[in-house]
């Protein structure tokens, strides 16, 4: 049995399928259900015994400690996270709240849990937090990618809130001895992927035949991976990853946002032909505070240590997911409700643009 936190979430609830497919171990899954967490994701192991869904908070205390009493996982994986840039400036408190307190009170949790298991149970447990390449920072257009020992320099609350809890990973594998693992992923796009982030929102605002926003010149770089591609990076350094370690999952994928918006509109105009070209709709709007220029990960620890590379390329990913996005509309009509608007009303009118 394995304790995933967030796991109704696009990533979280991606390793669940993908973990349940190919490993068949029970996973307890602790989602709160915000916005971006959808049972709708879950829908195909509905009724499947193998997966405990728990709705709840990762900062409620009794909750977490209960479930690792009932369930006695042999690792806590902790997606929870608020994790949308453009969400933390105008409003960074939740983040405060989610990605810092939220996973030093798992940290407690687990820690008071492992230090009462004995022998093997001890040896092998382990505390897994998924993080994100954008603790690193902004790289210049020259400069080496990412790697495990690249210095912490935030940007955004979101990005300073996973950094925070990265650090207290860290911390409290040593100094309480709690094995821990890390992974700082790349930009991930795929099916369930909630849209306000880039991919899924080109892709339905295409469709709707509304502007594509762009932040301003569409040059800022970033490296894609695809979600499959991570889970199995994620699953990779579960089974072998050293405690205290910190890996890398990238897709060796560098594309300028642009570049991304246009390859899809050429994919759209082939799956799913219009009047006009879908490019037509692209418009540029006022950038956002501190937006970091380029992220680029060095993914060769994993590959290395672990023996783990990405299985997509770019190309056959954003076809994919692109497919997937046109046959399931109702998804995407069940997520766009009234508060998914407000909030593209809200982020959106400053910038100069529709939502």
Known sequence: MILVTGGAGFIGSNFVLQWLASQGEPVVNLD???YAGNLRNLEIVRGDARHVFVRGDIDDPELVAQLL??????????F????????????????VRTNIHGTFNLLEAARA????????????????????DEVYGSLGAKDAPFSETTAYAPNSPYAASKASADHMVRA??????????????????????????LIPLVILNALAGKAIPVYGDGQNVRDWLYVDDHCSGIRRVLEAGQPGEVYNIGGNCEKANI???????ATLNELRPAAKPYASLITHVKDRPGHDRRYAIDASKIRRELGWKHAQNFAGGIRSTVG???????W??????????????ANYRERGAAA
Request: net charge neutral; charged share 20%.
């Open 172 to 197: 409290y594998h040593h100094t309480y001895g709690l094995p821990t693992l890390i992974t700082n992923c790349s930009n991930n796009y795929g099916p369930y992927q909630f849209p306000e982030k």
């Open 32 to 34: 709160k259900l915000t």
């Open 69 to 78: 009493r009932d369930h006695k996982p042999r690792a806590v994986l902790n």
């Open 259 to 265: 570049d991304v918006v246009q390859t899809l509109c």
């Open 324 to 330: 997937w996005y046109l046959a399931n509309a109702d």
């Open 113 to 132: 849990y492992w230090g009462k298991l004995a022998g093997e149970a001890q040896r092998t447990f382990r505390f897994l937090q998924v993080s994100t």
């Open 332 to 345: 995407t009509e069940s997520v766009t409700s009234g508060e998914y608007q407000k909030w593209m009303s």
């Open 80 to 95: 929870a996270a608020e994790s949308h840039v453009d969400r933390s400036i105008l409003g960074p408190a939740e983040f």
